[in-house]
Structures are given as C-alpha cells and as structure tokens.
C-alpha cells in the first residue's frame, strides 16, 4: 500500500516562508512525478508545482519566482520551498505521486490528505 504524508504547514505571516515535504512509502517500483496542489475554501483544486523523476519543474504563474520545487528521488520525498508568502497563498496544499507499484502495472495518481497553510497577520 502505497502513502503519501505531508508536513511543514501552519500559520505565517505575509512575506514569510515555509517548507513542505511529501515523504512516499509503501510498495512502489517507479515514482514517475510528484507534485504540490492547493484547494482554498470555494475554489477548484490547482496545481501549484510539479517536478519529475528527471528534474523538469513547472509551476503554476501565480507562485513563479517565490515557490521552489525539488525532490529526492533517493527518499521518495517531494519539497515545497514557500517564500514571500501571501494570504492568497492560503488553502490545503495536497502532494500527489504518479507512480508505478509493480514493473507491470500501469501508474497511477495517488493523494495525500494534505497540509493546511494559512498566511495572515
């Protein structure tokens, strides 16, 4: 069984930072990519950053320039450097995996439960 857990969220003040991680356990073969997404009260979930086995990052316009992306592909762990942070930044920040469980299944999506970031005075 495959999990993925977030930590690193809280509470911060406008212009602060903050670091996520995403730590991927359990039975897997092959993690393709591994990204951060975010979901604020009344709004569609987003990607915010994405990473891939091989290194090529892209993120959403919105947090270009404040948020950096990298991975360990030795740990299986995903990291979200939170810089400059504004209160629109606020929302749960969600990590999700593609990855291959076993050499012959096909890979898939999996989610974490995901990691409340609040940005406020």
């Known amino acids: 069984q495959v999990q993925l857990v977030e930590s690193g969220g809280g509470l911060v003040q406008p212009g602060g930072s903050l670091r996520l991680s995403c730590a991927a356990s359990?039975?897997?073969?092959?993690?393709?990519?591994m990204g951060w997404y975010r979901q604020a009260p009344g709004k569609q979930r987003e990607l915010v950053a994405s990473i891939s086995s091989g290194g090529i990052t892209n993120y959403a316009d919105a947090v270009k320039g404040r948020f950096t992306i990298s991975g360990d592909n030795a740990k299986n762990t995903v990291y979200l450097q939170m810089n400059s942070l504004k209160p629109e930044d606020t929302a749960v920040y969600y990590c999700?995996?593609?990855?291959?469980?076993?050499?012959?299944?096909?890979?898939?999506?999996?989610w974490g439960k995901g990691t409340l970031v609040t940005v406020s005075l």
């Open positions: 359990g039975r897997i073969f092959r993690i393709n990519a």
């Open positions: 999700n995996a593609i990855l291959n469980v076993h050499y012959s299944e096909s890979a898939r999506g999996y």
